[in-house]
DNA sequence: AACCGGGTCAACCGCTCCTTA
DNA sequence: ATAAGGAGCGGTTGACCCGGT
């Protein structure tokens, strides 16, 4: 038996392939996308379907911008686990890994910017700030994880050692340090003001902080998922 | 009006992990 | 125990949109 596999298509979707997928998950569930994808009369691939379906036409999904809380908790949960765009997607409720991961990638290409337009030209200060602020944000929550307190106190002198610090830090360090159990530059540099700073309330929460601003958001589930 | 550049986002690719037979 | 297929995940790409010139 000859097989002569079809050339399957690809490409943006047509709102009548998103009839048809949908029609046929609401029949056979969102499981086997293989099969869905055969049944359906598709030309696309199991995993295409499946892509199409998590990202875009499944009924729980949010559209639109991120508000302002989800923003935050993305750059709070990207300090804590990194690139785990599916595992930060699951805590918030109606966004996808894509979606999440897309967003940061634009947020921080944007703040890297920022940081190069604020290195070029030294006297604009607002920028750079906005993006010292996010990687003070950033580092030093990846300490928490490996027991290190953090007490809310921060930082504006801490900015400014940052900010010679960070002269000639490339993005990728900057993802290297944020993955690494111990970031030792950046969180060196934090932490060793964290310690003589505490008149300026730091807008990172500390762990207590987090339980009280997100309780049921993911400290249970993470608990959850220790436990597992 | 046309062009250009940057931003955004949907979709694909390839790798890894999980499940099932 | 293991191999094959399916699903999940993160990285990357490319098309589209929009504002500026």
Same mark, same amino acid.
């Given at each position: 038996?000859?097989? $002569?596999?079809?050339? @399957? &298509? ?14 046929? $998950? ?11 994808? #055969?049944?359906?009369?598709?030309? &696309? ?13 499944? %009924?729980? *999904? ?5 508000? %302002?809380?989800?923003? &935050?908790?993305?750059?709070? *949960? ?21 979606? /999440? ?15 190069? @337009?604020?290195?070029?030209? =030294? ?34 002198? +801490?900015?400014?050692?940052? #900010? ?13 340090? /944020?993955? +690494? ?19 300026? =309330?730091?807008?990172? =929460?500390?762990? +207590? ?17 220790? @436990? @597992?």
């Amino acid at each position: 038996m000859v097989t $002569v596999r079809e050339e @399957m &298509r690809k490409g943006p979707w047509t709102e009548k392939e998103d009839m048809q997928l949908v029609c046929t $998950v609401r029949l056979f569930g969102d499981r086997r996308w293989d099969f869905i994808a #055969q049944v359906s009369g598709l030309n &696309r691939t199991g995993k295409s379907c499946c892509l199409r379906w998590v990202n875009y036409l499944h %009924p729980g *999904l949010k559209h639109g911008r991120m508000s %302002p809380q989800e923003e &935050r908790l993305i750059i709070e *949960l990207h300090a804590r686990w990194g690139n785990r765009w599916s595992r930060i997607a699951r805590r918030l409720p109606g966004r996808t890994d894509n979606e /999440i991961k897309n967003y940061w990638r634009t947020h921080m290409r944007k703040k890297a910017q920022e940081r190069k @337009m604020s290195l070029s030209s =030294p006297s604009s200060s607002s920028s750079s700030l906005t993006y010292q602020a996010c990687l003070l944000d950033t580092v030093p929550v990846i300490g928490m994880g490996s027991g290190d307190t953090h007490n809310g106190s921060c930082v504006t002198s +801490a900015l400014e050692n940052t #900010q010679s610090a960070m002269d000639g830090y490339p993005m990728d360090q900057i993802w290297k340090e /944020i993955e +690494a159990p111990q970031a030792p530059t950046l969180l060196g540099i934090a932490e060793g003001k964290e310690k003589t700073c505490s008149s300026i =309330p730091c807008h990172l =929460p500390s762990p +207590a902080m987090w339980d009280y601003k997100y309780p049921e958001v993911f400290w249970k589930m993470e608990d959850q998922e220790i @436990m @597992m």
